[in-house]
């Protein structure tokens, strides 16, 4: 049991920390679910009392403040929430480029905005009608509508002539071949889902926007350090819940700057820490106030002006935290969210329509390197794509892995050899009638004792240096040049190092 809760601390300090740590891998579909119940099935097994899973709103004191005040409307009235509709669009601009290679929040899975950060706003949405099933409003059934916005559709319209007038400039290549990224993950979902009853009566309807694609403070082409919070992404958040005639609450969430650059924290619209209740009754019949404005700052303390504040979503993270730890309080128990698993099987079973395996076209190569040398790989003169030309160790990645996953299994496949740290160097395009992205690794080896090159794959093989590569005629343009890259940024460090050591011993 301590040994659990230990992990769930390291598990939502991480969380807290960035969501980059927690991608879901490639999926297949109909896993989801059954990963989902293999977990309760082991939590309900053992003797640990909580499983949590971190999903801060339901933590969030202003989130917590709207459910309690609609539930004791629909406890007094007993009717239901008939309308719930949930915004939210993170500002992740991405140039074409990191849409290619990006392996936080990636899209070239084949997954997206859904499994980055939609999660959070499903479960806040089966969070709310817990408030219908526990007054007698719970449905038998729900119907989903869902449309997707694709990298394609997005670098149609926001791509080269636009980039370029922004200063932008992006490899040609990659608009040239833009038709790939129609299988890339969505930037963007926008659903409609309608709960019924037995009878098909409906109960309540749901809208979710949620966006990649939209406002975003991104002003500049080249990457920063901080590829997470610190590149122009700004939160612009809002849920609007309607319990019929009786009631209408909305939040709104919205920034016009990025923390880290705007440290003040502000609790107006467009500060970053705005969180706004907006709550309107029909006075006349619930005895409540007609209007009420409420901030966050008013139901707990924000510490607004304090510049030790951490932030509202990372305080309800470090309230569950807290709970878990001191006082036993769940806000999000695994048996909780059975309901946001279906739901988000059901959605990404419809966005994947327009995805199917063989669409699934990346490879991926190694440069190894041993002793300063490189290992070149000669195709089998029967081979049925590329015979008989120089290559490196490479392969297909498959519809259910990564591309570190897919580089580590190849390369075990073809040399025998076991690689460490691989480093991404680059991708290129490789235009047939098979159009595909191949990801281009480094690794070095200390020892090449185990090295066994496949016989079936390839006929010969040769360990070169920098100067030998332009001897082989039919090896990649771009694998010359990486070889020659890395060689002179050895060489260049090697300098460094005795000219250093040689003003060192001046000075002595």
Not at 90 to 103: A, K, L, S, T
Not at 188 to 207: E, G, M, Q, R, Y
Request: glycine content about 4%.
């Amino acid at each position: 049991n301590s040994i659990l809760k230990v992990l769930f601390l390291f598990v939502l300090f991480l969380k807290s920390k960035s969501d980059r740590s927690f991608e879901l891998p490639p999926i297949i579909l109909h896993l989801l679910e059954e990963d989902y119940l293999s977990l309760v099935k082991k939590y309900q097994n053992s003797s640990t009392k909580m499983f949590e899973i971190q999903t801060q709103r339901r933590s969030h004191k202003g989130y917590q403040y709207v459910y309690n005040y609609v539930n004791d409307i629909v406890r007094k009235f007993h009717v239901p929430i008939t309308k719930i509709k949930i915004n939210h669009c993170d500002g992740n601009w991405n140039m074409p480029n990191e849409v290619i290679y990006r392996e936080n929040h990636p899209y070239k899975y084949g997954y997206g905005k859904l499994m980055h950060s939609g999660y959070h706003f499903l479960d806040l949405l089966t969070y709310f009608l817990e408030i219908n099933k526990e007054n007698g409003f719970g449905y038998d059934k729900k119907e989903i509508m869902i449309s997707d916005y694709r990298p394609d559709d997005f670098f149609t319209y926001f791509g080269k002539e636009f980039n370029e007038k922004l200063g932008f400039k992006e490899n040609d290549e990659i608009y040239n071949n833009i038709d790939l990224f129609k299988n890339f993950g969505e930037l963007d979902i926008s659903s409609l889902v309608t709960f019924k009853d037995k009878s098909d009566k409906i109960i309540t309807t749901a809208i979710l926007d949620l966006s990649q694609s939209g406002f975003s403070r991104r002003s500049w082409f080249e990457l920063p350090k901080d590829t997470y919070k610190g590149n122009g992404r700004v939160r612009h958040e809002s849920f609007e819940i309607t319990v019929g005639p009786l009631l209408n609450i909305k939040i709104l969430s919205f920034q016009s700057t990025e923390i880290s650059k705007n440290p003040k924290f502000g609790e107006d619209a467009g500060d970053l820490e705005h969180f706004e209740i907006q709550i309107y009754n029909n006075s006349d019949i619930t005895k409540n106030k007609p209007y009420e404005k409420l901030y966050l700052s008013e139901l707990e303390d924000t510490g607004t002006h304090n510049v030790q504040y951490i932030g509202q979503n990372e305080q309800a993270r470090m309230t569950a935290l807290d709970d878990f730890f001191y006082t036993g309080v769940s806000h999000s128990n695994i048996l909780s969210h059975k309901e946001t698993i279906s739901i988000m099987k059901e959605m990404e079973l419809l966005l994947s329509r327009r995805y199917h395996p063989s669409n699934f076209r990346f490879s991926v190569e190694a440069l190894i390197e041993f002793n300063g040398k490189y290992l070149l790989c000669k195709r089998s003169s029967t081979a049925k794509v590329a015979p008989g030309i120089w290559n490196i160790p490479a392969g297909k990645v498959q519809y259910i892995e990564g591309l570190e996953e897919a580089i580590f299994r190849e390369v075990k496949e073809e040399t025998n050899l076991e690689i460490v740290n691989p480093e991404y160097l680059s991708y290129h395009f490789i235009n047939n009638k098979d159009q595909r992205i191949v990801y281009t690794y480094y690794a070095k080896v200390e020892n090449i004792d185990d090295l066994i090159v496949d016989d079936t794959e390839f006929d010969d093989f040769s360990w070169v240096d920098a100067e030998q590569v332009e001897k082989y005629e039919t090896l990649a343009y771009y694998i010359k040049n990486e070889i020659k890259n890395i060689s002179k940024r050895k060489q260049e460090i090697n300098e460094n190092i005795g000219t250093s050591t040689s003003e060192s011993g001046e000075k002595s």
